[in-house]
């Protein structure tokens, strides 16, 4: 009988023993930082983002042929070849359009994408919505898919996590359907 009082003494320690330590392994988790854009608020400031590459290269031409001006806030930009372009010093600098540009036709290649029941057309990191007889660029949603990252996408680090950005929209790498693909889950605040 005595046996068996010290064998259920010592089963009641490890149970409370083992217990106590799941709980507190458990609670320790739950303070653990896990994600790094919080759900309520994707806005990353700029200061917290680090770039692989300090220093971006800028893609300049002297002579811009066939193209559209498009005045955009009071400012000429221009479009030509599917690219935008602003004009400083004697030569045309290659820009990532302003939200609120409109264009009449889609560039060459585009691909229509479906987000909550709204259309866009892609191009090279570019998102349009048709308005009436124009197409504008827009912030896509958060959630929206892509199968392939813009030709200057960079990867760059939050808090340690890595991500690839794309004129201030942050892309993390997701597989879907057996697919690789890129799904916008924040933004950069300049």
Known sequence: ?????????????????????????????????????KKDNRRVPSKRVVYRKPVKKVVSIRILPNRTTIVHRGINYYYSGNRFYTYSGGRYIVITPKIGFRIKTLPVGYV????????????????????????EVVEPELGTVIYELPHDAERVEIDG??????????????????????????????
């Open 1 to 37: 009988m005595k046996n068996f009082v010290k064998i259920s003494c010592v089963l009641a320690f490890l149970f409370f023993f083992v217990n106590g330590q799941n709980v507190d392994a458990q609670s320790s988790r739950k303070n653990k930082k896990v994600l790094v854009i």
């Open 112 to 135: 229509r994408l479906r987000h909550l029941n709204r259309d866009y057309f892609w191009y090279n990191g570019i998102f349009y919505i048709n308005v009436g007889n124009a197409y």
């Open 161 to 190: 996590y890595s991500y690839y950005e794309f004129s201030n929209v942050l892309y993390e790498k997701i597989q879907l359907n057996g697919e690789r693909a890129y799904e916008v889950v924040g933004f950069i605040e300049q």
